[in-house]
């Protein structure tokens, strides 16, 4: 099942999505948000997956032709956003690029830092910035979401919590970085609002790519236009989904609409390219002494997209730029 | 104005709380739940007040008894829970108990991390907890819920967009911390569900108390029926509410129904007690080599409570004992 939340209100309107993302069909009738389906999952996803199969089957009538950009993120303000570090890969060129070693804890305990959720953005909502002195960047991810899952189950049990899968620019601001982490307290200036794909999926739309509670599919960003990367999020992930769900129950229950990421998608095999301006920057750094690409600036643009085997969008793209914010 | 959640469904129900907390109406037909209210603050805050004042005339007849036992915290769930460490006096009597010096930076720069909020505890609701190994402490906070806030804002602007402040029990598990800030990316594990007060109240409540975007009047917290501290939430609070405000606000929009807690209450006279634990164990550690008092076992409670010049409860108290929660 593919489901999107057009633009209203502050929780959006819910939509099914036809597989092909040609065409939609309102569904608001049985849940009026996607949280609120969420949140009566058991009871509502048999309703929508029913209109969903006649949707893809050219049974409902009052269709329409499905447009990303009238979209918001598929929960366009969530009651929990947790994003994790599962590619160590990543977190380990972090460290070297700054000289520092990687504790050993990192193979084995998860990386993980609340976000926040009160506000995402659209798959083609603009980021607006007030300063590019503070280092914007991209991180392509991707992200699921739970229904209520009990405090300190095992990870055997946290997989069947997983209902939807979505993609991510997890937006970071790096040169705001230093100073917050040095605090000790974890992110928060530096991680502005998040933007997720048009449509979020079951994963059963991912056939055999969805296997282990990981997704074996490329990762495919552009920068303005040009080939950035294409790491394959099955490979080189540490830690699987349903182990990140268990991290994030350890000490407490998790309620209906969780969202859980996956941290920026890196492969150790470098010709895939990066998910994220931090980690060129970073080997760039490693091989030549110094960072060349910069961050990006008011008008750089970024997509991130997944492809099934026949080249066909699975959760359509994210397509943003970059603007100047003014403050009042 | 004082509003409160009755216990229902994921959100509870709203409902208007007489001033002196005896008497309660419902409010459910002006705004289903505390969020709704706060998602149109500018409309239904008259409206509101309306019936407040008549419940509190003695002009409504439907009135009932009021029940914090029977309540949930205000917001049962929220989008945004953010909370700082306004005492800068307790952040450095941590560092001093683990003889680590702090930043300069930390008087001017606030301390803050994003908490969970996708599910809080109620006033009255049971503390449940998988291991006491884990270190249970409570902390007594203040917090204060926004409206709309655009980016960006100047702490001059901030203070306006505060609509409500309530009590918080942040449940901390101390013996997780080190090993979390350890990892850099902040509380996580050892941050579980926070607790707030029956009753959320608009800052005309507090009358003179409300000044300077701060609240001068003692917390007053006990532990298994004895006195464990009452000092002054208005005496030592280096960053008041608006600077918090603004804080959050730097890099995003911050949407309605925001939380933004003042971090544990603290004074540098010791003979107002301490708001959690760890601070009393850290005095014993400088005072005597080591921590005396334990953390929180399976049946210890703690009451949090905040009353006006005539004694009277403003928020109602948070009672809470905590449990042993055994895994599926």
Known sequence: MKLASLKHGRDGKLILVSRDLTRAVHADD????????????????????????????????????????????????????????????????????????????????????????????????????????????????????????????????????????????????RNLIPVELAKGFGFFQSKPASAFSPVAVTPDELGDHWRDHKVHLPMHVTLNGEWFGSPDAGVDMTFDFAQLVAHVAKSRHVSAGTIIGSGTVSNTDRSKGSCCLAEKRMLEIIDQGEAKTPFMTFGDSVTIDMRDSQDASIFGAIEQTVTRYIAE
């Open 30 to 173: 049985i849940a009026p948000t996607l949280q609120a389906a969420l949140d009566h999952w058991a009871t509502l996803a048999p309703k929508l997956t029913q209109r969903y199969d006649a949707l893809n089957d050219n049974q409902v009538s009052e269709s329409f032709a499905f447009d990303p950009s009238v979209c918001d993120s598929p929960l366009p303000r969530a009651f929990q956003w947790a994003d994790g570090s599962a590619y160590v890969n990543h977190v380990e060129l972090v460290r070297k690029a700054r000289g520092a070693q990687m504790p050993e804890s990192f193979w084995t305990d998860p990386l993980m830092y609340q976000g926040m959720s009160d506000g995402f953005l659209g798959p083609r909502d603009e980021i607006e910035l007030v300063d590019d002195a503070w280092g914007c960047d991209f991180e392509a991810e991707l992200a699921v979401v739970t229904d209520d899952v009990p405090m300190h189950l095992s990870a055997d049990k946290a997989g069947q919590h997983i209902k939807l899968l979505m993609l991510v620019n997890d937006v970071s601001l």
